[in-house]
């Protein structure tokens, strides 16, 4: 149900996120809605591409950079 749902959000794992230094390099959750963890500069190329099951990114204001690809087509993209 829907209050699953949120648990999970808070539980945005920091184990779902591969970051190299600044740079998030991959992802490996399966939630439809996701925060980038504050601090990471660069998206890489095609992160979250295979990720159909996102539909809504929170990016923190560090974020400077967007690989090409990054992201499924018509996701929303919400800047903190």
Known sequence: GLGDVYKRQEENSMDDYLISGDILVAYKGDLPEVTIPDGV????????RSHTELKKVHLPA???????????EGIEIINE
């Open 41 to 48: 500069r660069v998206i890489a190329d095609e992160v979250f």
């Open 62 to 72: 560090s974020v400077t950079n967007i690989g090409d690809s990054a992201f499924p």
